[in-house]
């Protein structure tokens, strides 16, 4: 693995990038035919997790790549106050439980590591192996993709139906674009990771289905808090 990422990052992060969309296709499949709601998936993300750490780590690369304390104060985030409204945003219409005890415990423990394996991987490897030739490009291609990547759920196996998967992935694209922005500026990525694995796991408990309303308040609300950061934070050239 370092002789792959020292030749290249970019050809590093789209490997991860299949690992992951593979693995966590694989094991999907594997936590239904057990039906026992993301309990294989759930080890998968657990072991790519504490691989991808401790890997960086000893390569002594865990603030190149953001798992490190912000550069800049909470007060120039608003406190990511905008940030915790969004992460919230599947609980804006009440809770409700969708799996049993060990289920949602699994779901919880997935969903956190896949917070961590995207954020790590979308706006980590891959915005770090771009920036290097443009920073815009490495923003757009680090959101879009990772908007793209949502497409999965239409072929795992989800249930999830077109319309549904095409919501989830323009949305998927816009947090992406916030996301990047906030590892961009702020030089961590523990603020991304922790609103994204707390968005996903909150999907267990959401007791409102999609509805156009909300995904325009939640497209306001990203957008308007994307382009405030953007004005107000000082530039980096070099990411």
């Known amino acids: 693995m370092k002789a792959l990422y020292n030749k290249s ?26 039906a026992v709601e993301s309990s294989a998936s759930a080890v998968f993300a657990v072991a790519a997790s504490l691989f991808l750490y401790f890997w960086l780590k000893r390569q002594g690369k865990l603030e190149r790549f953001g798992l490190c304390k912000p550069t800049v104060p909470a007060k120039a985030f608003l406190f990511y106050i ?6 919230l945003q599947n609980v804006w219409g009440g809770v409700a439980l969708h799996y049993d005890a060990v289920g949602t415990l699994c779901f919880i423990v997935k ?26 490009w490495a923003v757009v291609v680090s959101s879009v993709t990772f908007g793209l990547g949502h497409i999965i759920n239409l072929l795992n196996g989800s249930g999830m139906g077109v319309a ?16 990047v922005i906030i590892f961009w500026r702020g030089g961590s990525l523990w603020p991304c990771i922790i609103s994204h694995g707390v ?13 156009m309303l909300r995904l325009v308040i939640l497209c306001v609300l990203v957008v308007a808090y994307a382009v405030v950061l953007m004005k107000t934070l000082a530039k980096c050239e070099k990411a």
């Open 199 to 211: 968005l996903n796991s909150l999907s267990a408990f959401s007791a409102s289905g999609e509805s």
């Open 9 to 34: 990052e970019l050809a590093f992060a789209l490997v991860w990038i299949g690992i992951y969309c593979v693995g966590m296709s694989i094991f999907d499949e594997i936590s239904r035919s057990i």
């Open 82 to 87: 905008p940030l915790i409204v969004i992460t």
């Open 164 to 179: 549904e998967n095409l919501v989830q992935i323009f949305f998927a694209v816009l947090i992406g674009f916030l996301y």
């Open 111 to 136: 969903m956190h590591c896949v917070g961590f394996l995207e954020e790590l991987i979308f706006r980590g490897f891959l915005f770090k192996a771009m920036s290097k030739d443009s920073i815009k």
